[in-house]
């Protein structure tokens, strides 16, 4: 079965009638890179931004559902916000990957380790807070 990002890449050179070729000629990434993401079961990591974005470019599609299609065919679900408060609707995406990425992370850390995770992030929000009543 095709992951996200596969079936993404996929159905848009079908939708299209785009090459490997196409896609990488208009998102500046190389052509092997395309197709290895199209053609690779689980993607061991998160490509790079640049990767992302000329792939976004390449396929016409948006950087956000190019961003949330690798995320996924690595393993990592990414979470968004809610639409609006108590709207009910879909999550929107985040205004900050890095959050999204974070977030996502978390779940693939042992018990211990999001303990840990979580008492630095208690730790740096103090900090934080402390620099603010001392302004």
Same mark, same amino acid.
């Given at each position: ?30 052509r ?10 689980r ?6 931004? %640049? ?6 470019k ?10 949330? %299609? ?24 985040? %205004? ?14 042992? %018990?211990?380790?999001?303990?840990h ?19």
């Amino acid at each position: 079965m095709a992951n996200a990002l596969q079936q993404l890449i996929r159905e848009r050179l079908d939708r299209k009638g785009w090459s490997y070729g196409d896609v990488a000629r208009r998102g500046g990434v190389p052509r092997s890179t395309v197709h290895h993401l199209a053609t690779t079961d689980r993607v061991a990591r998160m490509p790079q931004s %640049a990767t992302l974005e000329g792939l976004s470019k390449g396929l016409e599609l948006p950087l956000d559902t190019i961003r949330r %299609a690798a995320a996924e065919a690595c393993g990592i679900h990414v979470y968004g916000t809610p639409s609006a408060p108590d709207a009910g609707g879909p999550a929107a995406p985040s %205004a900050d990957p890095e959050v999204d990425l974070l977030i996502a992370s978390v779940q693939q850390l042992s %018990a211990d380790d999001r303990r840990h995770v979580a008492a630095l992030v208690e730790s740096l929000l103090g900090r934080s807070a402390q620099r603010t009543s001392e302004n």
